[in-house]
């Protein structure tokens, strides 16, 4: 009983162990998935399934002006403050309905110009305008998520996310093959609409509770505290899936599609076992972090959530890396290229979950210009590391960029961390020792 007994006595813990349920049913199904992705349209469509994900993510921020991180602070601040939250949602929507209505357009119009830059031919802009239609669910299912995420309903979360999955992956599995490729990809293009369903359906009742639907208006009282975070939304979401689209072009013309596939296939599953993070991170370390106003606590904070995650993630990395060849044999059988990439990415992929740890202190205080910066550098290095990588080692030399980039980015960050609660600190000693003015 003393196991059950601290893990509900730990917050983190009880995120942690409920995460671990539905990773593994993910886990297991995605398995299944990529084998079937693998063995019927090979590396060259494990390649295209790329390039329309990482489109469909830049769109998830684009299509509500990256008000998610906001929606997810100011919940967490404010959910007992009913006129509060009524000027938060007024404000979102207002900007949410601006982003749908120039993404649609965008998606609608230049659909041949982005088939061409994705998938180097316009074979695939009817997919394009497909999108533009699926763009309203895109957004909202975003900031409702973002609701779910400020409240801290790690168990409503969860449901959400498994039905989700499930449905998501039953309609990409028949379509695939019923259809091959193009069924894939229609799939993926329409699992947002699936997505808002299940949310929906789960969690319209506490929706209810928090915004006032009917109240809405078209004023907009938290616009500029909103663009703060749609300025780091840009920096983080769209120019990372930019730059991810980028690498894959470059891969395809220095190497092969191939490569391409190989490199994808490799990224596909480490956001397996990322994906375990990155719920608790908006689920537990933004909401956390919000609340965080001194140095020491901070560090208290950092230190125990280090000694919870950064174990287990480290024993479950090792056991991916010696298990690299059944990996490959169970989801990509024939992707043999794909071991040598493996000790990078699991090395790279443990110093980024420390680095987005402390880096999320950024986003709870609203240190815009920190967090630009460090995006910035951060998305630079990965883009010229790989680039010349890419020449020496091949698509190695892209997992390889991973790695030395967030070695790099987690020394910067930490130095941006610490210089702030230094500021911090001068500020408080000025107002409780001020000067004279004689």
Same mark, same amino acid.
């Not at 890419?390 to 030399?397: F, K, L, S």
């Given at each position: 009983?003393?196991?059950?007994? %601290? ?30 992705? /693998?063995?019927? *349209?090979?590396?060259?469509? &494990?390649? +295209? ?38 000027? #938060? %949602? ?9 982003? $749908?209505?120039? @993404? ?24 394009? +305008?497909?999108?533009?239609?699926? !763009?309203?669910?895109?957004?909202l299912y975003r900031i409702f ?16 996310? $498994?039905?989700?999955? #499930? ?16 069924? /894939? ?11 808002? $369903? ?29 663009l703060a975070f749609s300025l ?10 930019? *730059?991810?689209?980028? $690498? ?7 190497? @092969? ?25 908006? #689920? ?10 001194? +140095?020491?606590?901070?560090? @208290?904070? !950092?230190?125990?959530?280090?000694? @919870? ?10 056991? &991916? ?63 010229? %590391? ?32 610490i210089r702030y609660f230094k ?16």
């Open positions: 009983m003393k196991i059950p007994e %601290f893990i509900r006595a730990n917050l983190l813990l009880k995120v942690t162990s409920l995460n671990a349920v539905v990773i593994s049913i993910r886990l297991f199904i995605s398995i299944f998935v990529q084998r079937l992705i /693998a063995e019927l *349209v090979g590396e060259a469509g &494990v390649s +295209k399934i790329g390039q329309l994900r990482n489109l469909t993510e830049l769109l998830t921020s684009f299509s509500s002006l990256g008000v998610f991180t906001g929606v997810v602070k100011y919940v967490s601040e404010h959910k007992s403050d009913k006129e509060q939250l009524q000027k #938060l %949602f007024s404000t979102v929507f207002v900007m949410s309905l601006l982003g $749908i209505v120039i @993404t649609s357009l965008v998606l609608f119009f230049g659909a041949n110009y982005i088939s061409e830059y994705l998938f180097v031919t316009t074979e695939y802009a009817y997919l394009i +305008k497909l999108l533009a239609v699926i !763009v309203p669910f895109i957004s998520n973002g609701v779910v995420n400020g409240l801290s309903m790690y168990k409503k979360f969860a449901k959400i996310d $498994i039905f989700a999955y #499930l449905a998501s992956a039953g309609l990409l599995v028949y379509s695939l093959l019923e259809y091959n490729i193009d069924g /894939a990809l229609v799939a993926i293009a329409i699992t947002p609409i699936i997505q808002f $369903i299940v949310l929906m359906i789960i969690f319209f009742k506490v929706l209810k509770e928090y915004i006032q639907f009917s109240k809405l208006s078209f004023k907009t009282p938290m616009l500029n505290v909103l780091m939304s840009f920096f983080s979401t769209v120019l990372l899936n930019f *730059v991810d689209i980028e $690498i894959r072009s470059m891969i395809i013309d220095k190497i @092969t599609e191939a490569d391409a596939g190989i490199w994808t296939a490799m990224t596909n599953i480490s956001k397996n076992y990322m994906v375990f993070s990155s719920s608790i991170f908006t #689920l537990y370390v933004l909401p956390k972090f919000a609340g965080i106003y001194s +140095k020491s606590e901070f560090k @208290t904070e !950092v230190f125990s959530i280090y000694k @919870t995650l950064l174990p287990i993630f480290g024993l479950g990395m090792i056991a &991916v890396y010696f298990g690299r060849e059944y990996i490959i044999q169970l989801i990509y059988p024939g992707f043999d290229s794909m071991s040598p990439l493996f000790k990078w990415q699991l090395l790279g992929d443990f110093v980024r979950l420390a680095t987005i740890v402390i880096g999320y202190q950024f986003l709870a205080k609203k240190l815009v210009r920190s967090f630009i910066f460090s995006e910035i550098v951060s998305i630079g290095l990965f883009y010229i %590391f790989a680039y010349y990588l890419t020449n020496e080692y091949g698509v190695e030399g892209v997992v390889m960029a991973h790695f030395f980039r967030y070695v790099i980015c987690f020394f910067l960050i930490f130095y941006l961390v500021k911090q600190s001068k500020l408080q000693v000025e107002d409780l020792n001020p000067e004279d003015d004689e």
